[in-house]
T-cell receptor
Framework: SQTIHQWPATLVQPVGSPLSLECTVE??????LYWYRQAAGRGLQLLFY??????ISSEVPQNLSASRPQDRQFILSSKKLLLSDSGFYLC??????????????FGPGTRLTVL | AQKVTQAQTEISVVEKEDVTLDCVYE???????LFWYKQPPSGELVFLIR??????QNEISGRYSWNFQKSTSSFNFTITASQVVDSAVYFC????????????FGGGTRVLVKP
């Protein structure tokens, strides 16, 4: 069966510090991968998605970047964190069936607080 | 463009009561997919159901049931005989063939089941 991992689970960082969040998927190959952010008490916003190694699409301009160095690894980064980067970051994967509407399965999330 | 509206921000019920969560969607695409996810206090999004636009049959899974009506662009979710463990935020989401696998989420409905 497929499993998705995220770490760290929680993170407290000062403004201006760098960020690296990692997401890995097990039990599948060539998945589509996604990064979402959920601000406190609000809905989910898609940040990045990837259909393959080195292929990243950005949904909103922001202080963050994403990379996919390996097939089942997705990394969310920032060079300098802002207060507004605080939130709950969720990674998700879906099978790349090419038919559209594939179910996305979410990881446990990382709660980031920028002080 | 796609849009999902969950008009109810919070619903409070007493255990064993039924609760219905409303979801209204907007899309110009004729092929689309609707989803419901549950987000318990732990934060992870748990997939509940996926429906495509060509399948209007209602579905029942245990205490959960879904009513899909294309005529009113609604995909409502009912929890029968609610339990405390049903307390969570529930999200309705939409993806379209034209948009690939990108999910558009509603704002979520928080359900609080009191013993």
């Amino acid at each position: 069966s497929q499993t998705i991992h995220q770490w760290p689970a929680t993170l407290v960082q000062p403004v201006g510090s760098p960020l690296s969040l990692e997401c890995t998927v097990e039990g599948t190959s060539n998945p589509n991968l996604y990064w979402y952010r959920q601000a406190a008490g609000r809905g989910l916003q898609l940040l990045f998605y990837s259909v393959g190694i080195g292929q990243i699409s950005s949904e909103v301009p922001q202080n963050l970047s994403a990379s996919r160095p390996q097939d089942r690894q997705f990394i969310l980064s920032s060079k300098k964190l802002l207060l507004s980067d605080s939130g709950f970051y969720l990674c998700a994967w879906s099978p790349a069936l090419g038919t559209g509407g594939d179910t996305q399965y979410f990881g446990p999330g990382t709660r980031l607080t920028v002080l | 463009a796609q849009k999902v509206t969950q008009a109810q921000t919070e619903i409070s019920v007493v255990e064993k009561e039924d609760v219905t969560l409303d979801c209204v969607y907007e899309t110009r695409d004729t092929t689309y997919y609707l989803f419901w996810y549950k987000q318990p206090p732990s934060g992870e999004l748990v997939f509940l159901i996926r429906r495509n636009s060509f399948d209007e049959q209602n579905e029942i899974s245990g205490r959960y049931s879904w009513n899909f009506q294309k005529s009113t662009s609604s995909f409502n979710f009912t929890i029968t005989a609610s339990q405390v463990v049903d307390s969570a935020v529930y999200f309705c989401a939409l993806s379209t063939k034209a948009a690939g696998n990108k999910l558009t989420f509603g704002g979520g409905t928080r359900v609080l089941v009191k013993p």
